[in-house]
């Protein structure tokens, strides 16, 4: 570790403080219905979107009733995507050419970009048209991060509100944050991208020869538009196979820092708004803390990991950190930075590639995913997520002092915590099952490229990923299969809807609850101890659930590397 790395991840932290408390008021007003320095130019726009559907938005839904639109209109964006690839080669905008999705690749994408997980089992280059990338991929892109947010907003509501029927409107909350949040916003990035170098262009490829006289197609496309949505929403797909590491996708150091600060900021905004909806800033700021933590502890591990690197090469007299599949523009610091970041946030960018971290180093992006991507997590999807662990910590409390808990003057009975723990238990059952059966399954072990406990830890990674709605993965598996493509599938379902069904139906038993005032019993949930508390139920329930499989994983790998055996 060097201090010139350390100054790095410290700007980085930084910069990222500094944007929460702007970007969270400005998102507070939004879903407040506030006026805005954009409403001059977009509230005729939102008033003519409403008139255009029909609807009034200032009727509210009951949860229920949220939760069904919220679930039609995914499953018309599944359809519209997974239609999109198997026509794919008779629409136009195809200049390379493209045929056909096979339909097991095309669930699996469609999946995918609809559960805001953007894993991709095939080269973004070589299998998706322009027409793909944009009426597809992007806009899927703009839909799952809006929903996200959308729940958290609800989610809010219910914390917020007292004795109340509704939680919001999901139609006008998406297209608030659509049109006031993510365009915006994904305007100045697209900008900013194509001045540092991104492509955007709907020209052909282009060949070009090589100084030995070979021939190269250099692929092309409406790259950079892609990029600000992939980053901003924490969505991760590559429009080239290389993903940020591909010089198209990142092209220098300061491209990096904008990616990296994109895939955190409107997550980490989200626990100010939550402190300025519910009536103290301090709550939110207490959650962000949690975040910071474990955040700064997944960093430095891994960062110290791989700037150890492997004893076996030192044993060669080769010096220096693990830089196996890292890219020499942004060096070790930097790579293990945007690992931990991607990996906290449901983001499933990459700009090195984590199968070739160490043992401990390629742990750390595993373990950010089982704990349920909270560390920041993705827009919208970390905060309703963080938002079950605060539930079962102030239960804990609760047990401990011997009263009903409570949290920002609410009641946290039997309901609520029976649904925070549905919504929390769901992931690992699909990330360890799949995991299981797909270890011994022959057609599934046939993907595996390494043996022995890295083996193992590629699959495991694989359905982590998919079930925590990442999207990143170890490069050794090789996905496009049919079990693969249906089981990750699968995975990405229940991450994804089996944490949002029971997020929503809290916010609507919240939000028909009576405010208690605080008493002297009452538990403070702004403070040092609570968010000590909440580190410590995250890492319990995260340690107890996942132990066993890290044991026979990245733990027994990093054992047998310092005794001199590799896989």
């Known amino acids: 570790m060097t201090m010139n790395g350390w100054i790095q991840i410290l700007i980085y932290c930084g910069i990222l403080v500094a944007l929460v408390k702007p970007l969270g008021g400005y998102m507070y007003r939004v879903f407040d219905g506030d006026r805005t320095f954009l409403s001059p130019v977009l509230a005729s726009v939102e008033r003519g979107l409403y008139r255009l559907a029909g609807m009034n938005e200032k009727e509210e839904q009951h949860w229920a009733l949220y939760a069904t639109g919220m679930l039609l209109f995914n499953l018309a964006g599944f359809l519209v995507l997974y239609a999109l690839q198997r026509l794919q080669g008779a629409l136009p905008y195809n200049p390379a050419g493209m045929t056909a999705v096979e339909p097991g690749l095309a669930f699996n994408t469609a999946v995918s970009f609809a559960t805001n997980t953007n894993w ?13 990338q944009m009426a597809g991929l992007a806009v899927q892109n703009f839909v799952s991060a809006a929903t996200g947010i959308a729940i958290a907003i609800a989610l809010i509501r219910g914390f917020a509100r007292a004795s109340g029927k509704s939680i919001g409107n ?38 070009a020869t090589t100084l030995e006289g070979a021939k190269q197609t250099i692929a092309l496309g409406p790259v950079a538009s892609q990029i600000a949505i992939k980053m901003l929403g924490t969505n991760g797909g590559g429009f080239f196979n290389a993903n940020a590491a591909h010089p198209f996708e990142n092209p220098d150091a300061i491209s990096n820092l904008i990616q990296m600060l994109s ?51 030192h044993a060669l007299g080769i010096d220096g950190g ?22 906290a946030a449901s983001c499933g960018a990459v700009n090195a590639m984590h199968d070739s971290f160490t043992a401990l180093g390629g742990m750390i992006p595993l373990i950010n995913m089982q704990l349920g991507e909270v560390i920041v997590g993705g827009v919208g999807a970390g905060f309703y997520g963080i938002l079950m662990f605060v539930v079962l910590a102030v239960f804990v409390a609760g047990l401990m002092v011997g009263r009903t808990p409570e949290y920002l003057g609410k009641k ?113 949930t702004d403070g040092t101890l609570f968010v ?36």
């Open 120 to 132: 991709q089992n095939y080269g973004g280059e070589s299998t998706m048209s322009y027409l793909v």
């Open 412 to 524: 946290i009975e039997a309901k609520e915590v029976k649904m925070a723990m549905l919504a929390i238990l769901c992931l690992p059952l699909a990330m360890l099952i799949f995991t299981a059966i797909a270890v011994v399954l022959p057609s599934a072990v046939a993907s595996i490229a390494n043996g022995g406990p890295h083996g193992f830890t590629e699959v495991l990674y694989a359905y982590t990923s998919a079930a925590a709605n990442n999207g990143s993965a170890f490069g050794g598996l090789s996905g496009n299969t049919p079990w693969y493509n249906i089981t990750l599938g699968i995975g990405m379902l229940m991450g994804r809807f089996l944490v949002i069904i029971p997020a929503l139906a809290i916010a609507g038993s919240l939000a028909a609850k009576k405010t208690v005032p605080a008493s002297a019993g009452t538990f403070p």
């Open 263 to 313: 895939i955190f900021a409107l997550g980490a905004a989200l626990t100010n708004v939550f402190g300025r909806m519910v009536g103290s800033e301090r709550q939110g700021w207490a959650i962000l803390a949690s975040m910071g933590v474990l955040f700064l502890a997944g960093v430095i591990v891994c960062y110290w990991a791989e700037a150890a690197g492997n004893p076996l090469v």
């Open 170 to 207: 999901f139609w006008v909350d998406l297209t608030r944050c659509m049109l006031y949040v993510l365009l915006p916003l994904c305007i100045v990035l697209t900008l900013a991208y194509v001045w540092l170098g991104i492509p955007q262009t709907l020209g052909p490829y282009v060949d």
């Open 322 to 343: 693990n830089m196996e599949g890292k890219e020499t523009r942004f060096g070790i610091a930097l790579s293990a930075l945007f690992a931990v970041i991607t990996t």
């Open 532 to 567: 000590g508390l909440l580190v410590g139920v995250i890492i319990i329930v995260g340690g107890l659930t996942f132990f066993p499989a890290l044991a026979v994983g990245p733990i027994v790998e990093h054992l047998a590397m310092i005794h001199g055996q590799t896989f």
